[in-house]
Antibody, heavy 121, light 107 residues
Framework: QLQLQESGPGLVKPSETLSLTCTVS??????????WGWIRQPPGKGLEWIGS??????QYNPSLKSRVTISVDTSKNQFSLKLSSVTAADTAVYYC??????????????WGQGTMVTVSS | EIVLTQSPATLSLSPGERATLSCRAS??????LAWYQQKPGQAPRLLIY???NRATGIPARFSGSGSGTDFTLNISSLEPEDSAVYYC?????????FGGGTKVEIK
């Protein structure tokens, strides 16, 4: 049973870089053909797709593209999110997720539990 | 970017009633539309993918229909546990986008 788990600091200072990792268990990232994804949800608001990655191929939300980097570490079976120059507007629950479909942007059938990140000094 | 507009914003119904949720896309997404259910404090759960296919373990009272720009999620007979926010999402093109959500309240 594939599972995803987000990890990283729960508090980040304004202007700094938010860094999160998603650890995949129960399956191998290197043997899959998925665009692994990051999605966030500000408190009381809706879902926003941040970006997705398949090996070295990444796709980003244009509204965040200048600040986002998503990478994969197959040796650790993890993929990571970095969001630079954060402001209070980046305060949200951050989810990592696996798409159902391979090699394309997909609908997400497996999600991590989510991790709350607050941007505050 | 494809914009998804969901309506109504809130739906308040009694147990056993039928719920009809709408999702309209700003341009055609073919059948590449999914529906999710999210309860407070939980991650979203995939209900329907590619417009009309129920995800694994989803009860038969949930059904999806539509293609192109207009999609519907139906819950045939509401159960108390169906109280949640429902989101649509398109995977037709990058960037992936979500609708703003419909909150379903059970009276």
């Amino acid at each position: 049973q594939l599972q995803l788990q987000e990890s990283g600091p729960g508090l980040v200072k304004p202007s700094e870089t938010l860094s999160l990792t998603c650890t995949v268990s129960g399956g191998s990232i290197s043997s899959s053909n998925y665009y692994w994804g990051w999605i966030r949800q500000p408190p009381g608001k809706g879902l926003e797709w941040i970006g997705s990655i398949y090996y070295s191929r990444s796709q980003y939300n244009p509204s965040l593209k200048s600040r986002v980097t998503i990478s994969v570490d197959t040796s650790k079976n993890q993929f990571s999110l970095k969001l630079s120059s954060v402001t209070a507007a980046d305060t949200a629950v951050y989810y990592c997720a696996k798409p159902q479909q391979q090699l394309v942007g997909g609908s997400f059938d497996i999600w991590g539990q989510g991790t709350m990140v607050t941007v505050s000094s | 970017e494809i914009v998804l507009t969901q309506s109504p914003a809130t739906l308040s119904l009694s147990p056993g009633e039928r719920a009809t949720l709408s999702c309209r896309a700003s341009q055609s997404v073919s059948s590449y539309l999914a529906w999710y259910q999210q309860k407070p404090g939980q991650a979203p759960r995939l209900l329907i993918y590619d417009a009309s296919n129920r995800a694994t373990g989803i009860p038969a009272r949930f059904s999806g229909s539509g293609s192109g720009t207009d999609f519907t999620l139906n819950i045939s007979s509401l159960e108390p546990e169906d109280s949640a926010v429902y989101y649509c999402q398109q995977r037709s093109s990058w960037p992936l986008t979500f609708g703003g959500g419909t909150k379903v309240e059970i009276k």
